[in-house]
């Protein structure tokens, strides 16, 4: 697909998607099948843990959905009631939501599903949010008024295409890994600028879904792998 149709493709619908909304409401089976989805990943988890709510966000809580867009399926929990070190909880869970989402390809009506555990405290920006525990609304969404400005973003995502392929290509001259999450940090400052200052719609967070899209941002990190695993090959 070329860059203009991907962009184009991100533009909101006038309506929630109805494969999981009706009336404004998530249709029972959908809900069902989220339920029990979340509850076969805290199973995994093989740790005793007190469930507080199960939530979706993302797009597809939203009027900008895509067929890019995933399912966002949060397990909200307290950190702090598991064990008193947050930062080994942290990391824990961290590991076991890789290795899920990694190992599992879970799809619904055609569509991913990607699993979060997200402490009760964590900010977690979003203008779309439902509880699946509660069957109700925690944020609902608002039909998108502003439209993007299409020819700033097509330029701004060749700029970016642009400095990624640097660095990528100056990341595997020099064996560097720090120069491939530097580039990975820079997408996230910028997505997170955007949505701070223009919310979802703004040309910041278009192009980091571009990005996305294309499939640059999982370039990087497959990259950093790669460059990764060839350093500790090396016998000097």
Do not use: C
């Not at 805290?42 to 843990?49: A, F, K, M």
């Not at 064990?83 to 599992?104: P, Q």
């Not at 699946?132 to 608002?142: A, H, Q, R």
């Not at 530097?182 to 223009?198: A, P, V, W, Y």
């Amino acid at each position: 697909m070329s860059l203009e149709k991907t962009i184009t493709s991100h533009l909101p619908s006038s309506s929630l998607s109805n494969l999981i909304w009706k009336d404004n409401k998530m249709l029972p089976e959908f809900r069902e099948a989220l339920v029990r989805i979340a509850n076969d990943f805290v199973d995994y988890l093989g740790i005793p843990i007190d469930v507080l709510d199960i939530t979706m966000t993302g797009s597809y809580a939203n009027y900008n959905y895509t067929k890019y867009s995933d399912i966002d399926l949060h397990v909200i929990i307290d950190k702090e009631s598991i064990n008193k070190d947050t930062d080994l909880v942290e990391e824990f869970l961290k590991a076991k939501r890789s290795f899920w989402n990694d190992r599992h390809d879970i799809e619904l009506k055609g569509i991913d599903v990607e699993l979060y555990p997200q402490d009760e405290s964590e900010e977690h920006a979003s203008t779309g949010v439902y509880s699946v525990s509660e069957d109700k609304w925690i944020v609902e969404p608002k039909k998108f008024k502003d439209k993007f400005d299409l020819k700033s973003v097509e330029k701004g995502s060749r700029k970016v295409i642009k400095e990624i392929e640097k660095s990528i290509e100056r990341a595997r001259k020099n064996m560097d890994t720090d120069l491939i999450k530097t580039q990975i940090d820079k997408l996230k400052k910028m997505r997170q600028s955007g949505l701070e200052k223009g919310g979802e719609m703004s040309n910041e967070n278009i192009i980091y879904k571009v990005i996305r899209s294309q499939g640059l941002l999982q370039k990087l990190f497959d990259v950093k792998d790669e460059i990764y695993d060839a350093n500790l090959s090396k016998i000097d």
